[in-house]
């Protein structure tokens, strides 16, 4: 029997999943035909070839316009919480030295914070998502999976919040990258017929990590909660970093229903699939068809 085996060492994102699965054989025809049909606009899709670690590795970037971007591979914005909190203390400081004796600025000083909601982003519930995927022109079997990681990511995010999953309003994984993200690893999975798979130990750092409701630990409460209703196992890293995303690790959960390896198997196929963000690691999902040897 055929299964895939996803090798995730170095962690895991959508977009690693999707370049893996693309490396591995998804038809990248029909995955640009099938984003094409998405009523979601503000994106555009690259796939090309990277080095990771000295590896050829395929690369899938969700490449976002002005009003859409985020900060999810920004480095500095993930982790430089003390650069932070220095620039906000001085800017404290600033602020209040010219409130008291340089009222004349004050125009300016309003003027220089107004881009900080220059761009805001969409906060979308789970209806919100289901209704997208509906409307799409991908197929029941991709629309069904897609479904199906949303509908994880929404118990993650209610049991972290405190409240139903009808009534999660997704942030970060109700961005349009994310979503795109997801039905594109959907979409693959379909193409290549595989709607379960073995995965492996899943590699997390540790610390902390930035994101739209502030400073959280590493993994954060998405990826735990996923991790503890789903049979996936975690590996910690002496990292410090964020190695798991929500959505990563619900693709993952989606496709995990506690099978193991084979004692011996044959590897058909491999597919690398690149991260963006730059850890101390291969930064790679490595992807493989295998076949039992009975």
Do not use: W
């Amino acid at each position: 029997m055929k299964k895939l085996y996803f090798e995730c060492y170095a962690g895991v994102s959508g977009d690693m999943t999707v370049a893996a699965l693309l490396d591995l054989g998804a038809d990248e025809k029909k995955l640009r035909e099938a984003l094409a049909s998405l009523p979601v606009s503000g994106f555009s899709v690259k796939i090309s070839r990277v080095k990771k670690s000295g590896l050829d590795a395929c690369d899938f970037d969700v490449v976002l316009d002005e009003d859409h971007e985020n900060h999810d591979h920004d480095m500095n914005y993930l982790h430089g919480h003390e650069h932070l909190y220095e620039n906000k203390h001085e800017h404290e400081n600033e602020h209040e030295h010219k409130h008291e004796h340089e009222h004349e600025n004050e125009h300016e000083h309003d003027h220089t914070h107004s881009h900080e909601h220059a761009h805001p982003h969409e906060h979308r519930n789970l209806a919100d998502i289901l209704a997208i995927i509906d409307n799409s022109g991908i197929t029941p079997g991709a629309k069904k999976l897609a479904s199906d990681i949303f509908g994880i990511l929404a118990d993650a995010e209610a049991k972290a919040h405190g409240v139903s999953a009808e009534e999660v309003h997704f942030h970060e994984v109700g961005a349009v990258d994310s979503i795109v993200d997801v039905i594109a690893a959907a979409v693959c999975l379909d193409d290549l017929g595989f709607a379960e798979a073995v995965i492996s130990p899943v590699s997390e750092g540790r610390g902390t990590v930035r994101c739209q409701h502030g400073i959280i630990p590493v993994p954060v409460p998405a990826v735990v909660n996923i991790f503890a209703a789903n049979r996936l196992e975690m590996h910690p890293v002496k990292i410090e970093g964020e190695l798991v995303t929500p959505t990563g690790a619900a693709i993952m959960a989606a496709l995990s229903k506690g099978e193991t390896l084979p004692d011996k198997y044959r590897i058909l196929s491999v597919g690398l699939g690149a991260g963006k963000r730059n850890y101390p690691t291969s930064g790679i999902v490595r992807a493989m068809l295998i076949e039992a040897d009975d």
